[in-house]
């Protein structure tokens, strides 16, 4: 059974950098695409970045310029870094699955509220 | 890249059937099979229902099911149950190589 766990800090300041880690229990890592995944309080889902450990990153045009997703594959875990920022990044953000072959997510982190506030 | 454009809400009763659709480009929905579907639960992450437009992953109730025609895909529920009522979310992959969800659905059971 796969399992994807996340955490970072959860309050930051306007300016700073956002930081979280998902780890991935169950299955294998490196053959799988893993996205990033943010839900701003009562609004909609928006896709942030993948990463892939063969073919590399691509990453949402609207925030590619302060996104970085990187891997490390001795701990199975990918992270996303979002430099920067406002209150406009205060979101529930989600890692999840590729699924196999497909563009589909079919497993999901428990998800991580965000807030930026001064 | 816009979100694709979903109805705010749809309502129906116990046992009735609802449709959902998500409507998008030629660069979009229109462009590949990738269209899914997500149906998320107040305070819980989204769970994949539907893929590539029609299939079901396992232990998904077959009262979901999906078609698109054109740039405008659709997700039916028949029979609906109070267990139903949920935010719907539809999902694209884009001839620019990243993905796009719709606006979201939020469903009613009367």
């Known amino acids: 059974q796969v399992q994807l766990q996340q955490w970072g800090a959860g309050l930051l300041k306007p300016s700073e950098t956002l930081s979280l880690t998902c780890a991935v229990y169950?299955?294998?890592?490196?053959?799988?695409?893993w996205s990033w995944i943010r839900q701003p309080p009562g609004k909609g889902l928006e896709w942030i970045g993948e990463?892939?450990?063969?073919?590399?990153?691509k990453y949402n045009p609207s925030l590619k310029s302060r996104v970085t997703i990187s891997e490390d594959t001795s701990k199975n875990q990918f992270s996303l870094k979002l430099t920067s920022v406002t209150a406009a990044d205060t979101a529930v953000y989600y890692c999840?699955?590729?699924?196999?072959?497909?563009?589909?997510?079919?497993?999901w982190g428990q998800g991580s509220l965000v807030s930026v506030s001064s | 890249q816009s979100a694709l454009t979903q109805p705010a809400s749809v309502s129906g009763s116990p046992g009735q059937s609802i449709t959902i659709s998500c409507t998008g480009t030629?660069?979009?929905?229109?462009?590949?099979?990738?269209l899914s579907w997500y149906q998320q639960h107040p305070g819980k992450a989204p769970k994949l229902i539907i893929y590539?437009?029609?299939n079901r992953p396992s232990g998904v109730s077959n009262r979901f099911s999906g078609s698109k025609s054109g740039n405008t895909a659709s997700l039916t529920i028949s029979g609906l149950q109070a267990e139903d009522e949920a935010d719907y979310y539809c999902?694209?992959?884009?001839?620019?190589?990243?993905?796009?969800f719709g606006t979201g659905t939020e469903v009613s059971v009367l």
């Open positions: 999840a699955r590729h699924m196999d072959r497909k563009w589909s997510f079919d497993y």
């Open positions: 169950g299955g294998s890592f490196s053959d799988y695409c």
């Open positions: 990463i892939h450990h063969r073919r590399g990153t």
């Open positions: 030629s660069s979009d929905v229109g462009a590949y099979s990738s």
């Open positions: 590539d437009i029609t």
């Open positions: 999902k694209s992959y884009t001839t620019s190589g990243t993905y796009v």
